[in-house]
């Protein structure tokens, strides 16, 4: 996600879509970020990748961590509500 609102999608390292959130979801997304304590959470929040679950690296100031949508984390559902997800 870059400042503008603008976002790429990846899926393997490549490239497989983009597009700009609009102001009202660039803020909620801002809001969910600095509510959710990410820069104390560890950088993978998940035991083990599950079979056709969507592993995601959330990135923000700094600090990344990963999750996977098999084992939500509550701290960042606000987050993970917040940004396109690829269908």
Known sequence: MRNDGGYTV???????GS???????????RRALAASGIERLPRVMFDRPAPDAFIFAVNHAGHEVAISE???VPA????????????
Request: hydrophobic share 40%; glycine share 6%; aromatic share 0%.
């Open 76 to 87: 960042l559902q606000r987050v993970v509500a917040a940004v396109p997800l690829p269908s």
């Open 10 to 16: 990846l899926s393997s390292g490549r490239e497989t």
């Open 70 to 72: 098999a084992q939500p």
């Open 19 to 29: 597009g700009r959130l609009r102001a009202a979801e660039l803020t909620e997304l």
